[in-house]
């Protein structure tokens, strides 16, 4: 079987959330693939310092580089590596997270191109960024969704008498929880019994802006700071609807994880959502950073129950296909080539 290195932010702290790089990993595990990791130090030179010597140390013994990819500054751990493997001639395959990496691809078509063509192939989670890096030219992309283990996520039955939201994300701009705020404060006019839980690590000190401003427009918003997978999944049973307020996505493992829980969705329209949920199919798309409209769509889901049910049971259909006894077969087509 083969052996595998993974390089991506393995972090075990209370400023982030459990990255892709363990979920996956631990299926590949369960497979019989033989996987190293690289990194869970926390700080940032210090973790790419990792992430090279890694790569030297196990560039004889590893037959496949997964390199988790995204658009912000950890695009540079990917450059990094991705030159390394090249010098050091070890297929590599970037995982393609970042939903702003068709800026990227635009604003740094150089660098973009020294790592995504020389790759033996790019896996894109969503059919969003597929598309997007086939406009720039590049042919060698594959499309493997987030996957999950079905049979964690039971399918729950809830009331909807009132708008009880759930957030979950780390606290961070680009990922706007100011909206979910900005979303009850206009609920609270009709349901002054509605309740808003945001579950998530501060990421870039967003998390003191939310509660200033979740105090100074008198609300009681429910913060719980980071969850385990299973704690939010237990906790999601006392919630009837899942916000993403996001101004940049790509396809989110928690919006899922959601329509999986049978949690009706209400999301921003950005980057890979239209391409995971269906409007008024399998879920709810609205303008991003759009209040009202968000609210207004949160309304329609507490007021129409038929309308509901049917878009909470389609959405549980679609997301069973990234169930990793699907998904696997699609990893095993690459791997194995």
């Not at 970037?94 to 973009?112: A, E, T, V």
């Not at 839980?197 to 979740?214: A, E, H, R, W």
Request: with cysteine; glycine share 4%; aromatic share 12%.
């Amino acid at each position: 079987m083969k052996k595998i290195l993974y390089i991506g932010n393995r972090l075990q702290k209370q400023t982030s959330n459990t990255s892709y790089i363990s979920i996956l990993g631990d299926f590949l595990s369960s497979e019989g693939y033989v996987v190293y990791y690289a990194s869970s130090l926390s700080n940032k030179l210090m973790r790419m310092m990792d992430m090279v010597k890694s790569c030297l140390y196990l560039s004889r013994k590893v037959d496949l580089v997964l390199i988790d990819t995204y658009s912000t500054q950890n695009f540079y751990y990917a450059f990094v590596i991705s030159q390394l493997c090249r010098v050091l001639k070890i297929a590599y395959m970037p995982i393609l997270h970042g939903g702003n990496l068709p800026q990227r691809l635009k604003l740094h078509p150089k660098k973009s191109r020294m790592v995504f063509k020389h790759a033996k192939c790019n896996v894109s989670p969503s059919f969003y960024l597929k598309i997007a890096f086939e406009d720039y030219g590049y042919t060698n992309i594959v499309h493997i969704p987030n996957t999950i283990d079905i049979q964690n996520y039971p399918f729950t039955h809830r009331n909807y008498e009132v708008p009880k939201l759930l957030w979950v994300r780390s606290f961070s701009e680009i990922y706007n929880p100011k909206l979910a705020i900005y979303v009850f404060k206009l609920l609270k006019e009709t349901y002054p019994n509605a309740e808003l839980c945001m579950v998530g690590p501060d990421s870039d000190g967003s998390f003191k802006v939310i509660k200033d401003l979740n105090q100074n427009l008198s609300l009681n918003t429910k913060f719980t700071g980071k969850l385990t997978k299973d704690e939010w999944i237990n906790l999601s049973k006392d919630y009837n609807i899942f916000i993403n307020t996001t101004n940049f996505d790509n396809m989110p493992l928690s919006v899922i994880e959601a329509m999986a829980l049978g949690l009706p969705v209400v999301s921003t329209n950005v980057g890979g959502m239209p391409y995971l949920i269906k409007d008024k199919s399998t879920g709810f798309l609205v303008k991003p950073n759009n209040a009202s409209e968000m609210a207004k769509a949160i309304l329609d889901v507490i007021d129409n129950d038929i309308n509901r049910e049917m878009i909470i049971k389609s959405a549980r259909t679609e997301v069973e296909q990234f169930d990793w006894k699907h998904v696997k077969k699609k990893w095993f087509n690459i791997l194995m080539r």
